[in-house]
């Protein structure tokens, strides 16, 4: 093995002698005995890289480190190029190596410079290339997945090493709004199975907002109770909030607690979304004991699909006043049939929904009536339905999901 340095960096030779049995030359034993000689390798490439660059550290005037006691970075001697091992979790698998360690000429203090030379954190096993590779990795299959994928691939982690690389990578991503996008945002929630309560567990709160490009982006995720607890997941954002020129449009479900909890704070115009709105439909006339698909179903459904179908890029303004006032009249008709025939249940739906129906379309926002967040939704429940979870488990894996299909995280 030669190392040369140069200057910017070193060059190295690596020779290696490596013994390993075969009992034939199938390419399975082949790559069985690979796998066998990339443990070795890799722990032997990483020390000598060390050490090499060590030396060529230690022969420039300012090093790559500094003491910590004093502060000199010039002066120094070696101590030890293979001390006390220490142990660091790479993509591959766990590799033990020797500790490099100086003294300080100044003060008289040692200490080891392998994890300096490496640029990971100081006394970490795991550093943060690696638990954000396998957070992601968690993040994507199940936890039993990751391990039989890594395992295939002659990885040595296991599962509950993917865990805590989730936790972790998920502890460090954060949402907010972003002030140079658009003030048009989505807010909805998708139940999750946790563990200890029965039926339908906790609500994942999602906020997406609409980028410029096209697309949306994430701008907020918290776990909690059904209908509540939306204040935390837009505490971040208030001030960006108030930083748009023109009023935020949010579009909800109905969720009264979603504008309750921005109430005071910031002023938002609320559309209901009338995508959901035939849907929920069908639940408040089963409530009201209308049977699915017969002529009075039928009646109410198909009308409000027409109610709730905004034509999208009309700018005329006349044309989009005479299409509401159709559609608002269109609304109280079925409203005061449903009230006729005693639909308690639907009719107080309809009556809570018209005041936020129409109000993006006024405003001249561009009526969307399909719903990005429901497409989102269904990338979150491919992964949290796959098993009943803790709260803070379901979150975690749902922010680095979220993260990496929307805003851009990768490892
Ligand atoms: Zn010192």
Redesign the pocket.
Known sequence: MGITPHKEGITIVFDCQFEVQLRDSRLSSILAAFSELLSQLLRDFIQKVLVGYGEYAMTLKKKPFA??????AEEFTWKTKHGKETKILTVYRWVVLQQLQVL??????KFNITRRLLGIEPNKRIPAETYRKLGLLGCLTTYRVAEKIGGMFGWAVDKMTVWSAVQKTASEIEFKLDGNELPYGEADGTGVGITGIAKRGKELKVFVQYKKGGGVRVAGLDIGNYNGAWDNLFKKSIEVFKGFRKQFLLVTDGDTSIPDSLKGKVKIIIQRCLWHMPYQARYVLWQDDVKRKSSEWLYVVSELMEICAIRPFVDCKKTIEAMIESKRKRLEKVIAHCSRKGYKHTVAYLENAQPDMFTAIEKRFNGKTTSKVERLMRTVNMRANVSKWSEAGVLNVTKIRLAYYYNGFDA
């Open positions: 003491c910590s006691c004093c502060g000199n300080c000429k100044k003060c008289g203090h």
